[in-house]
């Protein structure tokens, strides 16, 4: 039973730091070749890949979210974390967990995803 559940402050204010945490369970985030997503989805608007962090710790980053984006793992607890810095309204969005899988240069999807979690950014 793969799970995965994001979490963190549903309102942020301009120029803070958004953060969140997305926790696992049934299942490692250290398993081979896994790979594990921040998507995100703005009101009206389609599903954008963030980055994403490697089963051995490595990270990628949309060219667009790059300079503001941050993902990390605490492998103890089963969790990864999203931090996206100087936010504006313009991210305000429902977001997104999910895991994936990366061999050979392909991305294969893993199924799994959470079940989002809005957040606002406050003008």
């Known amino acids: 039973q793969v799970r995965l559940q994001e979490s963190g402050p549903g309102l942020v204010n301009s120029s803070q730091t958004l953060s969140l945490t997305c926790t696992v369970s049934?299942?490692?985030?250290?398993?081979?070749?896994?790979?594990w997503s921040w998507i995100r989805q703005p009101p009206g608007k389609g599903l954008e890949w963030m980055g994403v962090?490697?089963?051995?710790?490595?990270?990628y980053y949309s060219p667009s979210l790059k300079s503001r984006t941050s993902i990390s793992r605490d492998t103890s607890k089963k969790q990864f974390s999203l931090r996206l810095s100087s936010v504006t309204p313009e991210d305000t969005a429902v977001y997104y967990c999910?895991?994936?899988?990366?061999?050979?240069?392909?991305?294969?999807?893993?199924?799994?995803w959470g079940q989002g979690t809005q957040v606002t950014v406050s003008s």
């Open positions: 049934g299942t490692s985030i250290s398993t081979t070749y896994s790979v």
């Open positions: 999910a895991r994936g899988f990366y061999y050979s240069g392909t991305y294969y999807p893993g199924g799994y």
């Open positions: 962090i490697a089963y051995n710790g490595s990270t």
